[in-house]
């Protein structure tokens, strides 16, 4: 079964604030755009499974207008991290402490409080293993978040945890971007370095 990943459009909010599971919205015409490109991309009769917030749900919608072929449904386990206390400031004003917690236990570490990398990647496992139970070969489309998506590069290559950092994924995917995933990972043009 083929699995496509399809990120949200640039949000609307303050450049350098961290966000993750803040529910914000995404630029509306950016989102037009992002849905046109990706009608044009997937093939047809694909299942849609979509994040909760609303710069997924705005994609997710703006996709279906298209393509009405392609409905949707919310899955909750495809939010992005929760970043707790830290959710909407700026990076430039969590205390340098706070961070270099994060980055000495980077796996297990709840930088904010929440969630850690690990916990988030477990909650990604639990969709990516459930994708082919009473399967009718059907493909899916997750509309989702940059962290998900690094998790889902993981999970391609059979990874479930990570040890540190440097086990994280530095490609991510464009803000409005689409790919599919194989076995090697992630597959697409518009698969890119280090966006956050």
Do not use: K
Not at 76 to 103: C, H, K, Q, S, Y
Not at 124 to 145: N, P, Q
Not at 147 to 161: K, T, Y
Not at 167 to 189: E, I, K, M, T
């Amino acid at each position: 079964m083929s699995l496509w990943l399809a990120r949200h459009a640039p949000v609307l909010l303050e450049t350098g604030r961290c966000y993750g599971a803040m529910d914000v919205a995404a630029d509306t015409a950016a989102t037009l755009e992002a849905a046109g490109r990706l009608a044009g991309l997937l093939p047809v009769g694909l299942r849609v499974r979509c994040s909760p917030l609303r710069r997924c749900v705005q994609l997710a919608q703006q996709l279906q207008v298209l393509r009405a072929d392609l409905v949707w449904q919310c899955d909750a386990r495809l939010v992005e991290m929760n970043f707790g206390t830290w959710e909407g400031v700026p990076w430039r004003d969590i205390p340098r402490p706070a961070f270099d917690a994060w980055m000495q236990d980077f796996p297990w570490h709840r930088f904010g409080g929440v969630e850690s990398v690990n916990e988030m990647l477990q909650r990604v496992a639990s969709v990516w293993d459930t994708r082919y139970r009473g399967s009718d070969g059907a493909g899916e489309v997750w509309v989702t978040h940059a962290g998900v998506v690094r998790c889902v590069a993981l999970l391609a290559q059979g990874r479930r945890r990570v040890a540190q950092a440097s086990d994280w994924p530095q490609d991510g995917l464009d803000l409005g971007g689409c790919c599919r995933v194989s076995d090697a990972g992630l597959q697409g043009s518009e698969v890119a370095t280090a966006r956050g």
